[in-house]
């Protein structure tokens, strides 16, 4: 029996005519839908079910709900742009579903999609010799260089091996570590400093007192922009460090890797080529939608050799172009092309249009930085390397007493207005409320909403 709501009944394949009124129709909720986006609430609360009395009402109500990363006054986690360009090449390739894995199935899409793997490369700054791969996202790319390195420096038997990071590592390192047979007791997490970036002399005291338990370091993840407050760990220091121990060096830049298009992004991320790999996540830093990221490998053959394997019913293929074989460099066998989604926005835009726009982020993170300084009513917990960074707001009496209460008061008041979204974070053991400024939506008008929402929630709770 057909549970499913009857919008209407198409042929699988529809016709000429039906198929022009199908996209006529999504065409003109996705206008209406962009043409909104700045006067909708950033946080929408309704809960109703889906209705389904035809296609652009049922939609509608699909997206009535929730909080809207595409919005210009969402500054909450990392903002997620979306741009359009991207999302019709995800349209053409799901439509034309070409098998994106093999470079025998659809040579030019894999030669694009290594296109797309060199301009990363480029912008990293790694020589010849390089894989890497388009992921789902930063979550599959720490887990496709946690797996690599493993496979690469130790032993079949790997449970003496120890990772180490910060205390301001995404929580996907760990997750990766489970999922790659590690347990707890083989990860260190290393304390951060005054700013939130990894301390370096901690670590060194860490990694010596492990070898003298009979223990083998092995990795070592450095942030490019944490996601609680957008500091960059010391790329070069780290990777000295793990140059000197022996340590697979992995950089997660899933939020700051973008910034390597700017000259100041690349002046904080300076070190970051010395990594034996990088994870990069276009749909925060390139604006792109969601389930596009990406894992560069330093070393080729690393790469391949933690995750080629061949079914016997697949033809003989030229190992020395496995680098072209999207399956030999990661988890994943079925899965579509993602090489488009990155590519057409560039050649429609230009890099220079990335740079440029995250040059923007970069000055408006610091002209709300600046502006928050001159008032009282805000503790500013770091400077901004990049486009995030944590506050709190404190009392004018200055006293702590429940700060926890007061930010978390705080916090929804602001999201309540429903003028911009902010989140919060915990630092130092004390709630905080966190900025991250990365949408091509977002301008300096929204920030100057942003300053005034702030500087209303603050009066309506600093007593």
Request: with cysteine.
């Amino acid at each position: 029996m057909d549970a499913w709501p009857k919008l209407q009944r198409l042929a699988l394949d529809p016709s000429v005519e039906q198929w022009a009124e199908l996209t006529g129709t999504i065409q003109d909720f996705l206008q209406e839908e962009l043409d909104l986006l700045g006067t909708q609430a950033v946080l929408q609360t309704e809960d109703a079910p889906p209705r389904a009395e035809d296609l652009q009402t049922f939609l509608k109500s699909l997206f009535s709900s929730g909080f809207n990363a595409a919005h210009p006054g969402f500054m909450a986690y990392i903002p997620g742009g979306g741009l359009v360009t991207s999302a019709l090449a995800d349209w053409i390739v799901k439509t034309m579903n070409r098998y994106g894995t093999a470079h025998f199935a659809a040579p030019r899409l894999a030669d694009l999609e290594f296109q797309v793997v060199e301009t990363f490369a480029r912008w990293i700054g790694y020589g010849p010799g390089f894989a890497g791969v388009l992921t789902t996202g930063g979550s599959l790319a720490n887990f496709t260089a946690l797996v690599t390195a493993r496979r690469a420096r130790l032993p079949e038997n790997f449970l003496l091996g120890i990772l180490y990071c910060s205390d301001q590592t995404h929580h996907s390192v760990m997750k990766a570590a489970n999922l790659a047979g590690f347990s707890a007791r083989n990860i260190r997490i290393v304390a951060s400093d005054a700013d939130f970036r990894i301390d370096t002399a901690a670590l060194k005291r860490q990694i010596a007192a492990d070898r003298s338990d009979g223990l083998t370091p092995f990795f070592l993840v450095g942030s490019a922009g944490t996601t609680n407050t957008g500091s960059v760990d010391p790329m070069s220091e780290l990777a000295l460090i793990a140059q000197a121990e022996g340590l697979w060096y992995h950089v997660d830049a899933a939020y700051g890797g973008a910034f390597l298009l700017t000259d100041r992004g690349q002046k904080q991320l300076a070190g970051i080529a010395e990594a034996d790999s990088v994870t990069l996540d276009p749909h925060k830093g390139l604006f792109l939608p969601y389930g596009t990221g990406g894992i560069l490998v330093k070393d080729r053959d690393s790469l391949i050799e933690a995750h080629e394997l061949r079914g016997e019913y697949m033809p003989d293929l030229d190992r020395s172009r496995a680098h072209l074989d999207p399956f030999s460099l990661s988890v994943e066998l079925s899965r579509e092309h993602r090489g488009l989604k990155v590519a057409l926005p560039l050649m429609l835009h230009g890099e220079d249009a990335f740079s440029e726009a995250l040059d923007e982020k970069l000055d408006l993170a610091q002209y709300a930085f600046d502006e928050m300084s001159n008032c009282s009513h805000f503790q500013l917990l770091n400077k901004p390397d990049l486009s995030t960074f944590a506050f709190r707001l404190v009392s004018k009496t200055g006293t702590t007493d429940d700060s926890e209460g007061l930010n978390r008061h705080f916090l929804d008041e602001i999201n309540s207005a429903g003028k911009v979204y902010l989140s919060g974070t915990v630092l130092d053991g004390e709630f905080a409320v966190r900025i991250s400024i990365l949408s091509h939506r977002t301008h300096r008008e929204q920030i100057v909403t942003l300053l005034e929402e702030l500087d209303r929630a603050a009066s309506c709770l600093v007593v």
